[in-house]
């Protein structure tokens, strides 16, 4: 089983409030017209991400960061799962990222039970990311079923446009 990631990065936008380790998972399906991370279409590219290398990660950024943000992997939903819990078990809040619609019949249900926050949605260029009022996108606030979109749009407004996410 392929669960491979780019290097991961701290991110700052992708959860609001929040200072996040991302790990874009390689090997995404959805295959949005214009997406930005077409190195994310191949499952080979990127590293192995083990529960042991996720584990060094962790402990790497421990005390600097509260969140840990998955760009993609509910393809692979027993090793996201994994490192959910292991993510949780550091005390850290989670997300993802996906490119899909929201709904059980979308994203397994054993994943979104694990996570603090989730984004659905294909990249639509035309309608724009959460920064965009006219998006077909959604960040949800899982643990109260809130809709966060107004954090980013309200910071496009702040920043002019900083915060572009396609994934
Ligand atoms: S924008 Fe994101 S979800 Fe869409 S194809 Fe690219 S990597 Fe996949």
């Given at each position: 089983m392929?669960?491979?990631?780019i290097?991961p990065?701290i991110?700052?936008?992708?959860v ?10 390689t090997?995404c399906?959805?295959?949005?017209n ?8 191949h ?7 083990t529960?042991q290398?996720?584990?060094?990660w962790?402990?790497?950024y421990q005390?600097l ?9 509910e ?6 799962i994994?490192k959910?819990?292991?993510?949780k078990?550091?005390?850290l809040?989670?997300c ?6 929201s709904g059980?019949?979308h994203i397994?249900?054993r994943?979104?039970?694990q996570?603090d926050f989730l ?9 724009g990311?959460?920064?965009?009022i ?5 960040f949800r ?6 809709k ?7 910071n496009?407004?702040?920043?002019q ?6 994934a």
């Amino acid at each position: 089983m392929i669960f491979n990631c780019i290097v991961p990065s701290i991110v700052f936008q992708e959860v609001p409030n929040e200072i996040s380790l991302c790990f874009s998972i390689t090997g995404c399906k959805v295959g949005c017209n214009g997406c930005h991370s077409t190195e994310l279409w191949h499952a080979k590219n990127g590293l192995a991400l083990t529960n042991q290398n996720f584990i060094q990660w962790l402990k790497k950024y421990q005390g600097l960061i509260s969140c840990v943000v998955f760009f993609g992997g509910e393809w692979q939903p027993s090793a996201l799962i994994e490192k959910l819990l292991i993510a949780k078990n550091f005390g850290l809040k989670t997300c993802l990222y996906s490119g899909k619609e929201s709904g059980d019949k979308h994203i397994d249900l054993r994943i979104t039970q694990q996570l603090d926050f989730l984004k659905t949605g294909k990249w639509q260029p035309e309608l724009g990311g959460l920064d965009s009022i006219t998006t077909n996108q959604v960040f949800r606030d899982l643990t109260t079923g809130e809709k966060l979109n107004y954090l980013f749009t309200k910071n496009n407004i702040d920043t002019q446009g900083a915060n572009n996410v396609a994934a």
